[in-house]
């Protein structure tokens, strides 16, 4: 593992000294968009298109990566985002959800693939499926790149999911830590030194 370390986080780097340790690596994370893509290609089936919701940011760069991938794979796909912020404390969710950003389009009978980053408690998720189903879309899927199972309060379907991963809070590849860490190639630990730095 120290290896694998060492090629996830490049010696000098001004975050090398933040993280205590990598989760999912940089080439892990490449391999398993490509696979993600590939199942919700074969799972879609024949659709005309699909349309890709992301939240911001967190799923930036995963939809980035996504959308990339299913165009090797799958139907001609559209992006679209939402921005939500959840009336949580610190680092949890309420799930009582307020819309910053609404979707730019109607998605009635649209097949939607929601692109999360990140299934914490699902909360979040479980309020954004109602709503999306609630707009009249024919069909709503989610794929999502982490899941913490440990962590789950509500009951919400996920079918394609990345990693499973322990319930810490985790930076890198969209994950923030006050809106820093999100350009980081790889998903990591934060030292709790860096916690209370504010
Ligand atoms: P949930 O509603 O608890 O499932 O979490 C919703 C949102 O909280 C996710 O989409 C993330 O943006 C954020 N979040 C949850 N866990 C983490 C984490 O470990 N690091 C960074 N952000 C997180």
């Given at each position: 593992m120290a290896a694998l370390y060492a090629v996830a986080m490049a010696e000098g780097t001004w975050h090398a000294a933040d993280i205590d340790r990598v989760i999912v690596t940089e080439e892990q994370i490449r391999d398993k968009v490509d696979e993600l893509a590939k199942?919700?290609?074969?799972?879609?089936?024949?659709?005309?298109s699909l349309l890709l919701v992301g939240v911001l940011k967190g799923a930036v760069m995963f939809m980035a990566d996504f959308a990339r991938a299913l165009g090797r794979y799958g139907p001609p796909v559209e992006l679209e985002f939402m921005a939500v912020s959840s009336y949580g404390q610190g680092t949890s969710t309420s799930g009582v959800v307020r819309i910053l950003k609404d979707l730019d389009r109607d998605i009635t009978d649209r097949h939607v693939i929601v692109v999360e980053d990140i299934v914490d408690s699902g909360l979040t998720l479980s309020w954004l499926l109602k709503y999306l189903e609630s707009r009249d879309a024919a069909a709503v899927d989610v794929v999502a790149l982490l899941r913490k199972p440990a962590a789950i309060k509500v009951d919400v379907p996920v079918k394609y999911v990345g990693f499973d991963i322990p319930s810490e809070f985790v930076v890198g590849y969209g994950l923030d830590y006050?809106?820093?860490?999100?350009?980081?190639?790889?998903?990591?630990?934060?030292?709790?030194s860096v916690y209370g730095r504010g």
């Amino acid at each position: 593992m120290a290896a694998l370390y060492a090629v996830a986080m490049a010696e000098g780097t001004w975050h090398a000294a933040d993280i205590d340790r990598v989760i999912v690596t940089e080439e892990q994370i490449r391999d398993k968009v490509d696979e993600l893509a590939k199942q919700v290609a074969a799972g879609v089936g024949q659709v005309d298109s699909l349309l890709l919701v992301g939240v911001l940011k967190g799923a930036v760069m995963f939809m980035a990566d996504f959308a990339r991938a299913l165009g090797r794979y799958g139907p001609p796909v559209e992006l679209e985002f939402m921005a939500v912020s959840s009336y949580g404390q610190g680092t949890s969710t309420s799930g009582v959800v307020r819309i910053l950003k609404d979707l730019d389009r109607d998605i009635t009978d649209r097949h939607v693939i929601v692109v999360e980053d990140i299934v914490d408690s699902g909360l979040t998720l479980s309020w954004l499926l109602k709503y999306l189903e609630s707009r009249d879309a024919a069909a709503v899927d989610v794929v999502a790149l982490l899941r913490k199972p440990a962590a789950i309060k509500v009951d919400v379907p996920v079918k394609y999911v990345g990693f499973d991963i322990p319930s810490e809070f985790v930076v890198g590849y969209g994950l923030d830590y006050a809106e820093r860490y999100r350009d980081l190639p790889f998903v990591g630990v934060l030292k709790p030194s860096v916690y209370g730095r504010g």
